[in-house]
């Protein structure tokens, strides 16, 4: 790191013209001794471990004036409701379900308004259901929707919502577990619920696929990681026979109209970081961008179509609020490591320990500690001015050629699992085991999903206390994320149980350090 | 941030410095030049600490005028005390407004934690004091058709009815119901707190003079009647229609406490930059070149990002009232003035306290043409001055029945507005110029900028 920097003074000085340079011995004492893992990040990494660790910009672009005000501009656009909401939608705007730039929430109750969570849907092919699209919008503006005002919805929200589409709700069950020990565990199995559909009933074949939205930064770095670098990670047939077969999704690119590679969203159906974004205001707000210029109204939603906002442009955002939103995206910082002793220059010795154990039990086959980043081209859009967009936008250097620690492979892996959905009375009830969805999305099975990241996670409940873990948060601890792991995993999870508890603490102690 | 970097690269200068001087003697000139530089850097960097000194000492006295005339306004509701409360909430801006270049580098504004030691860049009381856009909702009574937003983020992070009107749930409103729910949910519009929690108060929102709303909007600010402070059966109102006598009073206790606790955020500030006492004061006049180039780089970050960016360039783009930074008020000419003003400030060494004593000190001007960059110091200074011209006419349309949520209502075109803008673009680029010029000092924030890590 900072040794680069060392490097070159100690060159200049070789080179300048008077006596030899000195081989100071001064340079030990002023070479940095923070270990390169400490900036997860690279360059984009933050010192901020508050409730506010999630929502920082890098050094390199708060001192770099143009982009300091990309990055502001794109923070405030996050978090405003932009025009041409809905009519259907799940959020009206971007932190409403990142909250404070972190996780979303798992309602408590069936009463409380799912609003930074959402269900998927499609039938066990991933095909979307004709009559409702591929997602549930729980929610649609009062102009729209017929029901009577003492819903829960509008109760809830002094008559501005009314209820869209239909209603989901998770409730759980129990499981009783223990440790090889003998020390016993419970996890919280889910149940999905949709009822009070609106557009009539599902398909027969019906699948849901809850999500909880998940903390934002770092993708810009993620982005840019070689494709290369992920096809040499792929093992589908299990070839170095370690149980784990990590693939490659696919997914399709607006803007090339050619298959490419998933990375984004929980089974990676999202190529870039654009196309994230612009199918998260389509499909969760209801607003459409240049990449998703269609209302998400389907032909049977007449009242959908009926109350598009006349007021709002066409497509409903330009291309400008895009590419800010994009850009700040993309450049949020990654928390730095904690743990590690400045004045000692040492790890806290769980930490250490833990992993050591994290290797050991090969949750690295997976969770894939580093990663060197190729060059992170500028927006598709155009580089991004306070006049406008304009051709040749510049790679993002503080993205480029990083060394970074996310602790992903980027790939989908089948977790385990199997699905089945009841309908009774108007109400479809989904009950799973093992973390499986039952929806599959492209080559990404209803079983499968996309190894998440695992930088920032030991402050995922600083920066929200009510958040949890899991694609659809079902884990309340990090302990109970991993006690979930099965299928390519399991051979993992069988080892993680068999630790002793003095182990086991340490291995979450080198978690939460992330 | 890099917490451990400052020190480390100045003392790596420090060492480049002294290996140098020791093995070229025969620059001796050089090197006293340099000793001038050095002191002049030196003393820019201590009037700019003895600036926001006086700056924020400035904002604390006004924030307690404010604060005792919210207290007379309590104490006897009438049409005088509310327009008096509000003459010292405008009054209590204007320091505050020129303080904001103080931002962005580090300082206590963004940085002093609750237990007194600095953090990083946003672990400081900055949003508890200035944070907007707000949904107001959550405070007290709001009309439901307004151009803007009055709710949270996430609807699920609403509480019933709002803070004032539900008795039940929140008996008492003192600072710890006030703290308990600033962001409440992890909301950032669910702001309870500082100057705009206490506008918002103080005007109510801005619905034009027939108390409409509606998309057209007049030169008025929020219509709130002193009646919404009248704490006495049968006359106390919220809105259109009378409310128990105790909605009134629970206000004046909001109100009051908003008050106190501004006071209390703001004290640590102004002791952090004591010049005798104060922690950060002393912090930076030890350290000049990283001060020196704090200096530099807030007045560019406030210039592009926050003034002409967030504040300006949003709200004309959307037209949105809601983007605008004191919607109640109406005041906003006055916070694009005023951050500009302090941009100048910094940049002159200058600063014209409440008594009126005109400050004036070593600056960063006269540091340039101590090096010989006379040119680019009379290119900044004639910038930044074109660009108070530009704020200065929306300052003096605001006056003359134009207000900022008007104007940015003729469309994105309006002449002063983007004016303006483009002003703010132009004198970033000379900003630019000035640190490129002070390399010498400014060496940790370039190198911050250009360092790989991880290589």
Same mark, same amino acid.
């Given at each position: 790191?900072?040794?680069?920097?060392?490097?070159?003074?100690?060159?200049?000085?070789?080179?300048?013209?008077?006596?030899?340079?000195?081989?100071?011995?001064?340079?030990?004492?002023?070479?940095?001794?923070?270990?390169?893992?400490?900036?997860?990040?690279?360059?984009?990494?933050?010192?901020?471990?508050?409730?506010?660790?999630?929502?920082?910009?890098?050094?390199?672009?708060?001192?770099?004036?143009?982009?300091?005000?990309?990055?502001?501009?794109?923070?405030?656009?996050?978090?405003?409701?932009?025009?041409?909401?809905?009519?259907?939608?799940?959020?009206?705007?971007?932190?409403?379900?990142?909250?404070?730039?972190?996780?979303?929430?798992?309602?408590?109750?069936?009463?409380?308004?799912?609003?930074?969570?959402?269900?998927?849907?499609?039938?066990?092919?991933?095909?979307?259901?004709?009559? &409702?699209?591929?997602?549930?919008?729980?929610?649609?503006?009062?102009?729209?929707?017929?029901?009577?005002?003492?819903?829960?919805?509008?109760?809830?929200?002094?008559?501005?919502?009314?209820?869209?589409?239909?209603?989901?709700?998770?409730?759980?069950?129990?499981?009783?577990?223990?440790?090889?020990?003998?020390?016993?565990?419970?996890?919280?199995?889910?149940?999905?619920?949709?009822?009070?559909?609106?557009?009539?009933?599902?398909?027969?074949?019906?699948?849901?696929?809850?999500?909880?939205?998940?903390?934002?930064?770092?993708?810009?770095?993620?982005?840019?990681?070689?494709?290369?670098?992920?096809?040499?990670?792929?093992?589908?047939?299990?070839?170095?026979?370690?149980?784990?077969?990590?693939?490659?999704?696919?997914?399709?690119?607006?803007?090339?109209?050619?298959?490419?590679?998933?990375?984004?969203?929980?089974?990676?159906?999202?190529?870039?970081?654009?196309?994230?974004?612009?199918?998260?205001?389509?499909?969760?707000?209801?607003?459409?961008?240049?990449?998703?210029?269609?209302?998400?109204?389907?032909?049977?939603?007449?009242?959908?179509?009926?109350?598009?906002?006349?007021?709002?442009?066409?497509?409903?955002?330009?291309?400008?609020?895009?590419?800010?939103?994009?850009?700040?995206?993309?450049?949020?910082?990654?928390?730095?490591?904690?743990?590690?002793?400045?004045?000692?220059?040492?790890?806290?010795?769980?930490?250490?320990?833990?992993?050591?154990?994290?290797?050991?039990?090969?949750?690295?086959?997976?969770?894939?500690?580093?990663?060197?980043?190729?060059?992170?081209?500028?927006?598709?859009?155009?580089?991004?001015?306070?006049?406008?967009?304009?051709?040749?936008?510049?790679?993002?250097?503080?993205?480029?050629?990083?060394?970074?620690?996310? &602790?992903?492979?980027?790939?989908?892996?089948?977790?385990?699992?199997?699905?089945?959905?009841?309908?009774?009375?108007?109400?479809?009830?989904?009950?799973?085991?093992?973390?499986?969805?039952?929806?599959?999305?492209?080559?990404?099975?209803?079983?499968?999903?996309?190894?998440?990241?695992?930088?920032?996670?030991?402050?995922?409940?600083?920066?929200?206390?009510?958040?949890?873990?899991?694609?659809?948060?079902?884990?309340?601890?990090?302990?109970?994320?991993?006690?979930?792991?099965?299928?390519?995993?399991?051979?993992?999870?069988?080892?993680?149980?068999?630790?002793?508890?003095?182990?086991?603490?340490?291995?979450?102690?080198?978690?939460?350090?992330? | 941030?890099?917490?451990?970097?400052?020190?480390?690269?100045?003392?790596?200068?420090?060492?480049?410095?002294?290996?140098?001087?020791?093995?070229?003697?025969?620059?001796?000139?050089?090197?006293?030049?340099?000793?001038?530089?050095?002191?002049?850097?030196?003393?820019?960097?201590?009037?700019?600490?003895?600036?926001?000194?006086?700056?924020?000492?400035?904002?604390?006295?006004?924030?307690?005028?404010?604060?005792?005339?919210?207290?007379?306004?309590?104490?006897?509701?009438?049409?005088?005390?509310?327009?008096?409360?509000?003459?010292?909430?405008?009054?209590?801006?204007?320091?505050?407004?020129?303080?904001?270049?103080?931002?962005?580098?580090?300082?206590?504004?963004?940085?002093?934690?609750?237990?007194?030691?600095?953090?990083?860049?946003?672990?400081?009381?900055?949003?508890?004091?200035?944070?907007?856009?707000?949904?107001?909702?959550?405070?007290?009574?709001?009309?439901?058709?307004?151009?803007?937003?009055?709710?949270?983020?996430?609807?699920?992070?609403?509480?019933?009815?709002?803070?004032?009107?539900?008795?039940?749930?929140?008996?008492?409103?003192?600072?710890?119901?006030?703290?308990?729910?600033?962001?409440?949910?992890?909301?950032?519009?669910?702001?309870?707190?500082?100057?705009?929690?206490?506008?918002?108060?103080?005007?109510?929102?801005?619905?034009?003079?027939?108390?409409?709303?509606?998309?057209?909007?007049?030169?008025?600010?929020?219509?709130?009647?002193?009646?919404?402070?009248?704490?006495?059966?049968?006359?106390?109102?919220?809105?259109?229609?009378?409310?128990?006598?105790?909605?009134?009073?629970?206000?004046?206790?909001?109100?009051?406490?908003?008050?106190?606790?501004?006071?209390?955020?703001?004290?640590?500030?102004?002791?952090?930059?004591?010049?005798?006492?104060?922690?950060?004061?002393?912090?930076?006049?030890?350290?000049?070149?990283?001060?020196?180039?704090?200096?530099?780089?807030?007045?560019?970050?406030?210039?592009?990002?926050?003034?002409?960016?967030?504040?300006?360039?949003?709200?004309?783009?959307?037209?949105?009232?809601?983007?605008?930074?004191?919607?109640?008020?109406?005041?906003?000419?006055?916070?694009?003035?005023?951050?500009?003003?302090?941009?100048?400030?910094?940049?002159?060494?200058?600063?014209?306290?409440?008594?009126?004593?005109?400050?004036?000190?070593?600056?960063?001007?006269?540091?340039?043409?101590?090096?010989?960059?006379?040119?680019?110091?009379?290119?900044?200074?004639?910038?930044?001055?074109?660009?108070?011209?530009?704020?200065?006419?929306?300052?003096?349309?605001?006056?003359?029945?134009?207000?900022?949520?008007?104007?940015?209502?003729?469309?994105?075109?309006?002449?002063?507005?983007?004016?303006?803008?483009?002003?703010?673009?132009?004198?970033?680029?000379?900003?630019?110029?000035?640190?490129?010029?002070?390399?010498?000092?400014?060496?940790?924030?370039?190198?911050?900028?250009?360092?790989?890590?991880?290589?």
């Amino acid at each position: 790191m900072r040794l680069a920097y060392i490097g070159s003074l100690s060159i200049y000085l070789g080179l300048s013209a008077c006596s030899p340079a000195p081989s100071s011995p001064k340079t030990e004492s002023l070479t940095p001794s923070m270990p390169l893992e400490i900036f997860s990040g690279g360059d984009a990494t933050t010192f901020v471990s508050s409730n506010d660790a999630f929502s920082q910009r890098p050094n390199a672009i708060a001192k770099n004036f143009r982009l300091d005000g990309a990055f502001t501009t794109g923070d405030h656009l996050f978090r405003s409701a932009q025009n041409g909401v809905g009519p259907l939608f799940n959020n009206p705007n971007c932190q409403g379900c990142h909250l404070n730039d972190g996780r979303g929430v798992v309602p408590t109750t069936p009463q409380t308004l799912m609003t930074s969570m959402l269900f998927k849907l499609g039938d066990s092919l991933g095909k979307p259901d004709p009559n &409702y699209g591929d997602q549930l919008q729980p929610f649609a503006l009062n102009r729209v929707a017929t029901l009577n005002e003492s819903s829960h919805v509008s109760m809830a929200t002094n008559g501005l919502w009314r209820i869209g589409e239909g209603t989901a709700s998770v409730s759980f069950e129990i499981k009783n577990g223990h440790y090889s020990d003998g020390e016993a565990y419970q996890l919280r199995q889910p149940i999905y619920r949709v009822s009070g559909l609106q557009y009539g009933p599902l398909s027969s074949d019906i699948q849901f696929s809850p999500r909880v939205a998940p903390q934002v930064f770092g993708v810009g770095l993620l982005e840019a990681i070689p494709i290369e670098t992920l096809k040499a990670q792929a093992d589908p047939n299990d070839t170095n026979k370690d149980g784990i077969s990590g693939r490659i999704a696919i997914a399709y690119d607006i803007l090339t109209q050619l298959p490419s590679v998933g990375r984004f969203a929980y089974k990676a159906q999202a190529p870039s970081v654009l196309q994230q974004v612009a199918s998260a205001f389509s499909g969760d707000s209801g607003i459409t961008s240049s990449l998703l210029e269609n209302p998400t109204c389907l032909p049977t939603q007449a009242d959908c179509l009926a109350n598009l906002d006349e007021n709002s442009d066409i497509p409903d955002i330009n291309n400008e609020v895009l590419a800010f939103i994009e850009f700040y995206n993309r450049t949020l910082a990654v928390p730095a490591r904690r743990g590690y002793n400045t004045d000692t220059h040492k790890w806290q010795e769980p930490i250490i320990r833990g992993q050591a154990l994290f290797n050991k039990i090969n949750c690295q086959g997976c969770h894939v500690a580093q990663h060197k980043t190729g060059v992170a081209k500028g927006s598709a859009l155009g580089a991004i001015t306070l006049q406008g967009l304009s051709d040749n936008a510049t790679p993002i250097e503080v993205l480029s050629e990083q060394t970074i620690f996310p &602790y992903t492979d980027m790939l989908v892996h089948d977790m385990g699992g199997e699905c089945e959905v009841t309908l009774s009375d108007g109400t479809y009830t989904q009950q799973c085991s093992g973390l499986a969805d039952g929806l599959p999305q492209g080559n990404v099975s209803g079983s499968e999903w996309r190894t998440p990241p695992l930088w920032g996670i030991g402050l995922v409940q600083t920066v929200n206390p009510n958040a949890t873990f899991l694609h659809d948060g079902r884990a309340r601890t990090i302990e109970e994320a991993v006690l979930w792991h099965g299928g390519e995993a399991t051979q993992s999870l069988k080892q993680f149980k068999q630790l002793s508890k003095n182990e086991r603490s340490e291995l979450l102690a080198f978690l939460g350090s992330l | 941030m890099f917490k451990h970097n400052p020190l480390m690269i100045s003392s790596t200068v420090v060492l480049l410095i002294a290996l140098l001087a020791a093995c070229q003697p025969q620059q001796s000139e050089n090197v006293k030049d340099n000793t001038r530089v050095k002191e002049l850097s030196a003393g820019v960097v201590k009037h700019n600490s003895d600036l926001a000194y006086a700056i924020y000492s400035d904002s604390l006295m006004l924030a307690e005028v404010l604060h005792d005339d919210i207290l007379l306004l309590i104490d006897s509701p009438s049409k005088k005390t509310l327009h008096n409360a509000r003459q010292s909430w405008i009054a209590a801006r204007e320091p505050y407004g020129q303080s904001e270049v103080y931002r962005f580098r580090g300082g206590p504004i963004d940085a002093l934690k609750a237990d007194g030691s600095m953090g990083e860049d946003g672990e400081g009381p900055e949003g508890r004091i200035n944070a907007w856009p707000l949904g107001e909702a959550l405070i007290d009574y709001v009309a439901t058709n307004i151009d803007g937003n009055a709710g949270p983020e996430n609807p699920a992070n609403t509480i019933q009815g709002n803070l004032i009107a539900n008795v039940q749930d929140y008996p008492q409103i003192n600072r710890e119901v006030i703290n308990q729910f600033y962001e409440y949910g992890e909301d950032e519009r669910n702001v309870t707190t500082g100057y705009h929690a206490i506008e918002f108060l103080l005007w109510g929102q801005d619905v034009n003079s027939d108390s409409k709303g509606g998309f057209s909007r007049d030169s008025t600010p929020g219509q709130r009647p002193y009646t919404y402070y009248l704490a006495i059966e049968g006359q106390c109102t919220s809105g259109a229609i009378k409310v128990d006598a105790q909605i009134c009073e629970r206000r004046g206790d909001y109100l009051i406490a908003a008050s106190e606790m501004l006071i209390d955020d703001l004290a640590p500030i102004v002791a952090a930059w004591q010049p005798q006492t104060g922690e950060h004061y002393k912090t930076l006049v030890q350290n000049p070149s990283d001060s020196l180039a704090g200096m530099l780089e807030s007045m560019g970050r406030l210039s592009f990002g926050e003034l002409a960016g967030e504040r300006i360039n949003i709200s004309l783009a959307t037209d949105s009232q809601e983007d605008e930074h004191s919607c109640f008020s109406d005041n906003t000419h006055r916070d694009i003035f005023l951050n500009a003003k302090g941009i100048e400030n910094t940049y002159l060494g200058t600063y014209q306290k409440i008594d009126g004593t005109m400050l004036k000190g070593p600056s960063i001007d006269s540091l340039l043409r101590e090096i010989g960059q006379v040119s680019l110091a009379d290119e900044l200074t004639k910038r930044l001055d074109s660009t108070m011209q530009a704020a200065s006419q929306i300052d003096a349309q605001a006056k003359n029945g134009k207000p900022f949520d008007v104007l940015i209502q003729e469309g994105v075109q309006q002449s002063d507005i983007s004016a303006m803008i483009e002003r703010l673009v132009k004198q970033t680029d000379s900003i630019e110029k000035a640190i490129d010029a002070l390399a010498v000092s400014t060496q940790s924030l370039r190198q911050d900028t250009e360092q790989k890590i991880g290589e």
